[in-house]
């Protein structure tokens, strides 16, 4: 895959018209009900910083990649995990909308096109970027990457994170892991220690 086309065509599609219906979607709900307004109003702050997160700290790393920089392979790995995390998030919000169509009003139809786009704009970083990026920092296959293997190593990252340090005398020594996918579990353990 191309991760530098990849990522333009998806800022172009999908991240440009975001940005530009947000606005008037808040707009063309002032009169809906108000748990409707609550609603879309916080997918649109989630989704605005989800968007400023992938332009500024994501993609740029992804296309350095696309461009042969392995050396900030291993710095998508957080990233990518938290987007991955974050779309969960988007999706929630996105079925509470999708509950609520039918009080939209005159913003149906527009509001519908905006969360289709929205599934579609996941779906595609999901299943398509994501995975070739991390195949690329991981060198390896594509078939082998497991975007929720990688979300649960993050993740466990943070609860440790939030735990006292054992004391140094009683650290468990490191496990050594005969699976395949050690590649993966170093990097994850290389983000726990530079954290
Ligand atoms: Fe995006
Ligand atoms: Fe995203």
């Known amino acids: ?10 800022l172009e599609r999908h991240h440009r018209p975001a940005k530009a219906a947000m606005p ?11 748990e409707l307004r609550r609603d879309f109003a916080a997918l649109a702050a989630l989704l605005d ?10 993609f740029p790393a992804i296309q350095a990649l696309g461009r042969g920089d ?20 988007l999706h929630e919000l996105e079925a509470r909308l999708r509950a609520g169509l039918d009080r939209a009003g005159d913003a149906t139809l527009a509001l519908t096109a905006f969360l289709d786009d929205l ?10 970027l994501f995975p070739h990026a991390l195949a690329r920092a991981l060198d390896r ?3 082998e990457i497991d975007l929720d293997e990688l979300v649960a190593g993050v993740t466990g990252r943070a609860d440790r994170a939030s735990d006292p340090p054992p004391p140094r005398a009683a650290r ?10 050690g590649r993966l579990r170093r990097a994850l353990r290389w983000i726990t220690s530079s954290r």
Do not use: C, F, Y
């Open 141 to 143: 296959p594509v078939a």
């Open 119 to 128: 599934a579609l704009h996941a779906a595609r970083e999901d299943e398509t």
């Open 24 to 34: 008037a979607l808040t707009a063309a709900l002032a009169g809906a009900p108000p």
């Open 172 to 181: 468990p020594t490191e496990p050594r892991s005969p699976r395949p996918a």
């Open 70 to 89: 392995t050396d900030v392979g291993h710095h998508v790995l957080g990233p990518i995990a938290q987007m991955h995390v974050e779309h969960g998030q």
């Open 1 to 10: 895959m191309d991760l530098i086309a990849e990522v333009d065509d998806i």
């Open 49 to 58: 910083a989800h968007l400023h997160k992938e332009e500024v700290i994501l």
